[in-house]
């Protein structure tokens, strides 16, 4: 009998943690995602607004997500927005549905958590991501952070 293991968001652990950190993406796209130790530092200094898991398939880390939650987008306490901060699949990992995985499974926290748009930014160019999230049903909206698209998904 063989036995289908679905991809699967674990939290960081010493046991994964090596594995993360070691996750890169392809060469042509450093230019458009953080390192996973850049984003485990954000997550330290902003424990209440970041929600970082690996993506594990069996045994394998296959990627790394992170979210953010309940952050004060305009600094003002008028916008308070939740989404994908960070997506990470491993080089030799992606075209596998590892990312579109990752992207359901943040939108299902989500709206567990009663948040209904997910946000995302994006840096544009040739191997930016910005197709990836249009063809996931991201609205690209007229507003930019710094350098940065951002899109909206209806939950």
């Not at 953010?68 to 990470?88: A, M, P, V, Y």
């Amino acid at each position: 009998m063989t036995t289908t293991r679905a991809p699967r968001l674990e939290e960081l652990t010493p046991a994964n943690l090596e594995a993360a950190l070691a996750l890169r993406v392809r060469p042509e796209q450093e230019f458009a995602v953080h390192p996973v130790a850049d984003s485990l530092a954000e997550a330290y200094v902003h424990p209440r607004a970041a929600w970082p898991r690996v993506i594990v398939d069996g045994d394998r880390v296959v990627g790394f997500v992170m979210a953010f939650l309940d952050i004060d987008w305009r600094d003002d306490g008028t916008d308070i927005r939740s989404g994908l901060w960070r997506l990470n699949i491993a080089a030799d990992e992606q075209c596998k549905g590892y990312g579109r995985f990752a992207v359901d499974a943040v939108a299902e926290e989500l709206r567990r958590r009663g948040t209904k748009t997910l946000h995302v930014t994006w840096h544009p160019g040739e191997h930016g991501p910005e197709n990836f999230y249009l063809t996931l049903g991201f609205e690209k909206t007229d507003e930019r952070v710094d350098d940065e698209h951002v899109g909206v998904l209806p939950l």
